[in-house]
């Protein structure tokens, strides 16, 4: 079995609270294509993505599931990668559990993200 497929149930579960943009195979794709990077470790796993403002790169985290306390430890090994693409930060989408969670880390809440869905 592959990373990838060793930690699909931990990116489902994440993929359930992230609106239905995406599935398992669209993070496979991205994984695969290059476009998306996955960082497995024992018993989690976050995916992330460069994504390029006119301004300046950032690495966004846009998976995060598995053990928070494993996924909190990856965390200077991602800003060192993310540093060596070019990247002047990271930035991430999640619930709100993760404001108190990434607090010590030096995260803040930047923004706020508001969907209105149409019936």
């Known amino acids: 079995m592959n990373e990838l497929e060793r930690c699909r149930g931990w990116i489902e579960s994440a993929l359930e609270y992230g609106g239905g943009t995406h599935t398992f195979e669209d993070v496979k794709c991205g994984i695969i ?12 796993c976050i995916v992330t993505e460069i994504t390029k403002h ?9 998976l995060g599931g598995g053990n928070l306390e494993e996924i909190i ?31 010590k880390s030096g995260w803040k809440s930047q923004l706020v993200l508001l969907e209105k869905r149409f019936e």
């Open 33 to 44: 294509e290059g476009k998306s990077q996955l960082w497995p470790a024992a018993n989690s």
């Open 54 to 62: 006119p301004q300046k790169k950032v690495l966004h985290v846009f």
């Open 73 to 103: 430890s990856m965390h200077d090994s991602v800003i060192e990668w993310a540093k060596d693409q070019g990247c002047e930060s990271l930035t991430m989408t999640g619930r709100h559990g993760w404001s108190k969670a990434l607090k």
